[in-house]
Nanobody, 117 residues
């Protein structure tokens, strides 16, 4: 049974930091690209960051470049999103996604991140 379980979300003040984790099981984690998406109320889900299976190729949305870092530990089947200098506009539900093709993809259920003073 495939599972992606996100954790680490919460309430943080502007300028603060959080680290999200996504623990995977039930599939060959090492062969899947891993991504973080987010969806704010009333907005479309958007790609935040992605990592190739080996972790050697990463990409970021322009809005988070220089502030967020995606990393993965293939021995632990876990992907992380390190978020620094958080802004109120980063408030959203954050989802992790595992994908090997358009039709071979899995989603987690999300974790809420709220940036507010």
């Amino acid at each position: 049974q495939v599972q992606l379980v996100e954790s680490g979300g919460g309430l943080v003040q502007p300028g603060g930091s959080l680290r999200l984790s996504c623990a995977a099981s039930g599939f060959n984690f090492n062969s899947y690209a891993m991504s973080w998406y987010r969806q704010a109320p009333g907005k479309e889900r958007e790609l935040v960051a992605s990592s190739a299976p080996a972790g050697d190729n990463t990409n970021y949305a322009d809005s988070v470049t220089g502030r967020f870092t995606i990393s993965r530990d293939n021995r632990k089947s876990t992907v992380y999103l390190h978020m620094n200098s958080l802004k109120p506009e980063d408030t959203a539900v954050y989802y992790c996604k595992a994908a090997r093709s358009i039709t071979d993809a899995y989603w987690g259920s999300g974790t809420q991140v709220t940036v507010s003073s």
